[in-house]
């Protein structure tokens, strides 16, 4: 791995281990969401808020991991203009404050050429990238090149993973692993399922790097219970959204919103 790769995974990597919390947090942005100014907006407030590191989603037509809250987003998003090169200005503006984390499906990161596609993402200065749809068994040309630029390709794992194919996972994980919480789409949950801690305690023994919990954390309870299960991040997004989608100011609303969730996860025990 190059001098580079271990540069950017590093920041990652520190993100979690100072976060000061019982776990980082991490919340979901969509980019362009409600309009490109108004996303960095509300990633800014994010930051403010106590966030550690921000996920920023590339909207797209066909998201095969979002629930209904994020899909109406980025098709709102689209509908407004967004694009590729308005999203990376978002991570450019927010990459001096937090480790970004660009979250697309594999069709945009192939469909102008792979290389190119990540030194436009390196040039912006986020930090990896998540390819929800990209298969573990498709992944090391992409692995690659994202060690090559210092991004960390940030892979999934989720609860009905087998055993063999999550220790493969995890081997190659960079910056975080992606630990999916419950069986389906993104989208708020009343409660969390009952093998929590053990969906949590699979992805740690399959890995070196930090495990963070998505899909379904949506209230300071959930995330507190995501911390305290063993989880060292807790990814959080459909309930910022739809706060984003709600609000006359949707920046100040998801600030509210992720200040709760941090005090939530409260200082590191």
Same mark, same amino acid.
């Given at each position: 791995? +190059? ?10 990597? &520190?993100?979690?281990?100072? +976060?000061?919390? #019982?776990?980082? /947090? ?7 969401? *409600?309009?490109?100014?108004?996303? %960095? ?6 930051? #403010?808020?106590? %966030? ?23 098709? =709102? ?6 694009? $590729?090169?308005?999203?990376? =200005?978002?991570?450019? +503006?927010?990459?001096? +404050? ?22 436009? /993402?390196? #040039?912006? !200065?986020?930090?990896?990238?998540? $390819? ?5 068994? =498709? %992944? ?8 090559? #630029? ?46 929590? @801690? ?12 930090? $495990? ?10 959930? &995330? ?6 063993? @989880? ?10 739809? %706060?984003?989608?709600? @609000?006359?100011? *949707?920046?100040?609303?998801? !600030? ?14």
């Amino acid at each position: 791995m +190059s001098v580079a790769a271990r540069d950017g995974i590093s920041r990652i990597g &520190a993100a979690f281990a100072d +976060s000061g919390k #019982r776990a980082a /947090l991490m919340p979901y942005v969509m980019g362009g969401f *409600p309009t490109l100014a108004e996303s %960095a907006r509300i990633g800014e407030a994010c930051v #403010r808020a106590g %966030a550690d590191v921000i996920e920023l989603g590339l909207p797209y037509s066909d998201p095969l991991a979002d629930g209904p809250v994020i899909h109406a987003a980025g098709t =709102e998003a689209l509908r407004a203009g967004a694009n $590729v090169a308005g999203v990376l =200005e978002v991570a450019r +503006s927010l990459a001096p +404050s937090v480790p970004v984390v660009l979250m697309c499906y594999a069709n945009m990161v192939f469909a102008p050429g792979l290389e190119a596609f990540l030194d436009r /993402l390196a #040039r912006s !200065g986020a930090c990896g990238l998540i $390819v929800p749809d990209l298969p573990h068994g =498709e %992944a090391p040309e992409v692995l690659e090149a994202c060690d090559e #630029r210092g991004l960390a390709l940030v892979p999934l794992a989720a609860p009905t993973t087998p055993p063999e194919r999550l220790a493969a996972i995890g081997a190659d994980a960079r910056g975080f692993l992606y630990t999916v919480s419950v069986v389906g789409t993104t989208g708020e949950r009343r409660a969390l399922p009952d093998q929590f @801690a053990e969906v949590i305690a699979r992805a740690r023994a399959a890995t070196e790097v930090p $495990v963070a919990l998505g899909f379904g954390i949506g209230t300071p309870e959930q &995330a507190r219970q995501a911390a305290d299960a063993g @989880a060292d991040g807790v990814i959080v997004g459909t309930r910022l959204v739809r %706060a984003a989608a709600e @609000a006359e100011d *949707p920046a100040e609303a998801v !600030g509210s919103v992720v200040a709760a969730l941090a005090a939530g996860l409260g200082p590191a025990r």
